[in-house]
């Protein structure tokens, strides 16, 4: 057996119940077990909000969009012709899912005498309803297919504004020249959470749009790009820029919301401080711990000198310490983290305002990768603290630890 580590092993084994070093050493485990908890609690869910939220935005306006050049940042949409996107070639690429038509107009509905600003969002036969379905408070989906629907898709926010039930005939009004007016049904409610979409947005056949923006049969918004891998978001914006002619242009939901996915990147910011103190909360009292133990042995230390046990033996014994309190302490933190995580996640313990966080309960997302970071890096910047009172203790000289009180 290894001396360090059998002298280690005493030392630890020596301690229990017989002076102050158990007290400390077991405040020491604990503050590394609270801050681990404490860390891993704030990036599971830190990165399961950002990727609840990510999903929502990208659930409803699509991951890509691909859209005419000319088109600037209003909702008034230069069509294109469906055969100028090459969705056969597109649609073999590795990380795309599927695209899907759309197109979107800007109106005003009426209800009585209420009247609210809208944009309607027109979706075709391969709209693949799967987000929108999961976010239906009442109704049902109408189908796009080869009967055109005269029925819409509104968000709880505007029927309750415009007192609106399922069955409710509404008019919806475009200010052209002159004047249109269509009356469509309610057909579905749903509540996504994201005030962008709900204050606004309305789903109908994209063969209305095409009728009121009197387009060619075939000419279309664009196409909404869903993918398999939201991490490869930008790389397959790239792609399909470089695949698309010269007339079309290909944004990822990064360029279109900016202000929202800053506002997501700046949570890490709020993440990354919790991490610093709470690391340095551990190392203030790991350090501590070290120290008080390696001078409750400091006799101990001058006499194993005198015996001949050298400095790399005695800061191996004391490196070993060190390390088993740190795996004692990540043990615990994560028994206590991933549990209060697995509880929120199963449970929905904690309540967030939708208003303002976009989701009633605080998402948790395990990421085996975070996990392992949040623990490696635990450990090692722990270890690397507690190399100085090693490296201290390894410079003690024999006479002065044995005459030590």
């Known amino acids: 057996m290894n001396t360090a580590f059998y002298l280690a092993k005493k030392i630890l084994a020596g301690k229990r119940g017989k002076t102050l070093s158990n007290p400390v050493i077991n405040i020491a485990i604990w503050s590394v077990a609270l801050s681990l908890a404490v860390m891993l609690v704030a990036v599971l869910s830190v990165s399961g909000f950002k990727k609840e939220i990510t999903n929502k935005v990208c659930g409803f306006a699509g991951d890509i969009i691909i859209k005419n050049f000319d088109n600037n940042d209003s909702y008034l949409m230069n069509p294109i012709h469906r055969d100028s996107v090459p969705v056969a070639a597109l649609s073999k690429f590795a990380n795309i899912a599927h695209l899907s038509a759309f197109a979107i107009k800007p109106g005003i509905i009426k209800s009585g005498d209420d009247l609210q600003g809208i944009v309607l969002k027109g979706c ?153 103190l709470m690391i340095i909360i551990a190392c203030v009292n790991m350090i501590a711990a070290l120290l008080i133990l390696i001078l409750d042995n400091t006799p101990t230390i001058g006499i194993l000198q005198s015996l001949g046990a050298g400095r790399t033996t005695i800061a191996g014994m004391f490196a070993t310490i060190a390390a088993y309190l740190i795996g004692v302490g990540l043990l615990l933190g994560n028994v206590i983290g991933l549990g209060l995580a697995f509880i929120q996640k199963h449970f929905n313990i904690v309540k967030l305002s939708k208003k303002d966080y976009y989701l009633d309960t605080a998402p948790i997302d395990f990421d085996l990768t975070y996990i392992l970071m949040v623990n490696l890096g635990t450990f090692v910047i722990s270890f690397l603290f507690l190399l100085l009172p090693v490296w201290w203790v390894s410079r003690m000289k024999a006479i002065n630890a044995i005459r030590f009180e």
């Open 124 to 276: 075709d036969s391969d709209y693949q309803p799967d987000f929108i379905t999961t976010s239906l408070v009442k109704g049902k989906l109408p189908t796009f297919d080869s009967a055109v629907s005269n029925e819409v898709v509104i968000s709880e926010t505007i029927a309750n504004q415009m007192k609106l039930e399922i069955g409710s005939q509404v008019l919806f009004y475009f200010v052209e020249q002159p004047p249109r007016v269509r009356k469509w049904a309610v057909a579905a409610i749903y509540n996504t959470g994201l005030e962008e979409f709900d204050n606004n947005y309305v789903m109908c056949d994209i063969r209305h749009i095409q009728k009121l923006n009197n387009w060619e049969q075939g000419e279309i918004g664009g196409y909404e790009v869903f993918v398999k891998d939201k991490d490869r978001i930008a790389e397959t914006t790239t792609a399909i820029y470089n695949k698309t002619g010269n007339t079309l242009v290909a944004e990822s939901i990064t360029q279109r919301f900016p202000q929202l996915f800053s506002w997501l990147n700046l949570i890490n910011s709020n993440v990354t401080i919790i991490l610093v």
